[in-house]
């Protein structure tokens, strides 16, 4: 995936040059490079354990990505914005809020095809390289903030499976950190923030879930008798109590002060 006009031959130029150079970019705001540049450092940093990234190369890495995916997470929640209004003024068929969706799909395709860059980089060349605890906290905290941007936009199965992967590197994240790291080490704070932010939006969505169900079983008690409304009643009890209650999900991640970048570094958000 190219969404640069970095064009030049990157294996020329020295590791130094690479993190130059992407700093460069930084300051021009022009962070698909910077991108290009710390991701190309990343995947020589995995030829030896001490070629691993530092500290200031893996902050330069995390705010390259943080700031491509966030423009592109902020335009998806814009988009999608316009789309809701239309489709109340206009109706889904429309060919307004079609036109909207085939747009939308493009914002889709660049923020999965960044996702799965960066999970595809953690995973070949980062996630397993980090000898402190620090980094490896760092690497798995990242992981599971960019599965949890596809879940963000991915429906059915896909989002899913995105859930499901972002609450797995969260908790391996969690339990180094535990061990490894100080209740007030950075990255450990904006892990517990990212995985807060996660856990919340999960059961908000359950909420959701639950209020939908409860207005379908009251359209079901206009239209069913007796007997069929204490079936439709029960069913949705079952399924609504868990979610009713915060509780049930361990909200304890929460951390003041802390960025969702996680690195100390001041990052623009989208």
């Excluded at 989002?159 to 790291?181: D, G, H, P, V, W």
Aim: aromatic letters at 6%; one cysteine or more.
């Amino acid at each position: 995936m190219s969404l640069t006009n970095v064009t030049e031959d990157l294996s020329g130029l020295s590791r130094a040059e690479l993190v130059y150079k992407a700093k460069l970019a930084e300051q021009a705001e022009r962070y698909d490079e910077m991108m290009e540049y710390m991701s190309k450092v990343a995947e020589v940093s995995s030829a030896s354990p001490a070629e691993e990234l530092g500290v200031e190369e893996r902050n330069l890495l995390s705010v390259a990505y943080k700031n491509v995916i966030g423009a592109r997470r902020a335009s998806w929640r814009i988009v999608s914005s316009i789309e809701s209004k239309e489709e109340s003024k206009y109706g889904v068929e429309s060919d307004t809020v079609k036109l909207i969706q085939k747009y939308k799909l493009n914002v889709e395709k660049e923020l999965s095809d960044v996702c799965e860059r960066v999970l595809k980089l953690l995973k070949e060349h980062l996630e397993e390289t980090g000898s402190a605890g620090e980094s490896r906290v760092f690497y798995k905290k990242m992981k599971g903030d960019y599965f949890r941007y596809l879940a963000e936009f991915k429906g059915g199965e896909a989002r899913k499976n995105a859930a499901e992967e972002t609450l797995l590197a969260y908790k391996e994240a969690e339990n180094i950190a535990s061990n490894e790291l100080a209740p007030t080490h950075p990255i450990r704070l904006g892990l517990a923030l990212n995985f807060s932010v996660f856990l919340l939006r999960d059961f908000e969505r359950s909420r959701a879930r639950v209020r939908h169900g409860e207005e379908g079983v009251r359209r079901g008690d206009r239209r069913a008798g007796h007997a069929g409304r204490g079936v439709l009643q029960g069913q949705h009890a079952d399924h609504a109590a868990p979610a009713r209650q915060p509780h049930a999900l361990d909200l304890g991640h929460g951390g003041r002060g802390a960025g969702e970048g996680g690195g100390g570094r001041p990052i623009k958000k989208g």
